[in-house]
Structures are given as C-alpha cells and as structure tokens.
C-alpha cells in the first residue's frame, strides 16, 4: 500500500517539477491526483480534505 501511494505522490510530483510559477489550475490537477491517492490509501476523508485545502493554499503561485 505504502509503495502504491509513494509512487502515485511521485508522479504527482515529477509532473510539476521545471513548470517554473505554479498556477492554480496546475495546483487544483494536482491536488486532485493526491486527493484519489490518499482516499485508495485509506486516508480519511476530512484528513484528506484539510490536507489538500492547507496544500493548495501555499502551492499556488509558488516556483518550482
């Protein structure tokens, strides 16, 4: 399970690297994907829900 989520969280993230500034929609695409990860990981949905709003919060319109 944990090599599952580690792998998913990874490609969430090489996505991201070189975009330079990131903007909202890339942060959304990508908190989306994180948010199905954590959920099939068994995460609990308001954990789930707090983690990606805090996430999504400080992400946007931070270089990469």
């Known amino acids: ?20 500034a990131l903007n909202e ?7 989306r994907e994180v948010r199905i990860a954590l959920l ?3 995460v609990a949905l308001p954990v789930v829900r707090e983690f990606v709003d805090k996430v ?3 992400a946007v319109g931070q270089s990469v």
């Open 40 to 42: 099939e990981a068994d």
């Open 25 to 31: 929609n890339d942060v959304r695409q990508a908190m």
């Open 56 to 58: 999504t919060e400080a």
């Open 1 to 20: 399970m944990f090599e599952s989520l580690s792998e998913r969280l990874g490609g969430v993230f090489d996505k991201l690297r070189g975009r330079g």
